[in-house]
């Protein structure tokens, strides 16, 4: 996962201890996911969905920014509906 992993799924940044994924993530992700914005939202779909089940099991209140954190920012990796992007077939 490189770097600024989170503490746990659902938990704040091992490294800046922001709520996960922190701004540096995001960015890092970008990069690690160039290209492939499909398995980039599959991969914060599932952190997401991970973190919401952690945060039960320790007992932790839902925390209501947890999905902007992880979806919100995600539309700028995949094309407007009805839009291609250069080298769709």
Known sequence: MGHHPPRYAGGPCFVCNKPWP???RQLASLVEF???GSLLVAYMGDWHRLGVEERERRGLPF???MELRHL???DMVLPA???RRSGDG
């Open 63 to 65: 925390d209501p920014e």
């Open 34 to 36: 160039a290209g492939r």
């Open 72 to 74: 919100g920012w995600l």
């Open 81 to 83: 509906q009805g839009e």
């Open 22 to 24: 922190c701004f540096e």
